[in-house]
Nanobody
């Protein structure tokens, strides 16, 4: 059974940090591009960051560049999102996403909530 399970969401003050984790099971994660998306209340889901292959190739949305870092551990089937200098506008449900390279096969997690507020 394919699963992506996110964890690490919490309430944090502006300027704080959080690390999100996404544990993958039921598929070979190293064959997938792994990403994080987020959806704020009343808004559409948006791309945050992607990491390819062994982790050397990463992409980021302009809104998080320089503050967030995506990484992956293929041996542990886990993807991470380190979020620093958090802002209230980072408040959202964060979703883990996997896309099989060269395919349209995708998987989504159930999301983890991040709230940035004083």
């Amino acid at each position: 059974q394919v699963q992506l399970v996110e964890s690490g969401g919490d309430l944090v003050q502006p300027g704080g940090s959080l690390r999100l984790s996404c544990a993958a099971s039921g598929f070979t994660m190293r064959m997938y591009a792994m990403s994080w998306f987020r959806q704020a209340p009343g808004k559409e889901r948006e791309f945050v960051a992607s990491v390819f292959n062994a982790g050397g190739d990463t992409r980021y949305a302009d809104s998080v560049k320089g503050r967030f870092t995506i990484s992956r551990d293929n041996a542990e089937n886990t993807v991470y999102l380190q979020m620093n200098s958090l802002k209230p506008e980072d408040t959202a449900v964060y979703f883990c996403h996997g896309r099989l390279l060269g395919s349209t096969t995708i998987h989504w997690g159930q999301g983890t909530r991040v709230t940035v507020s004083s």
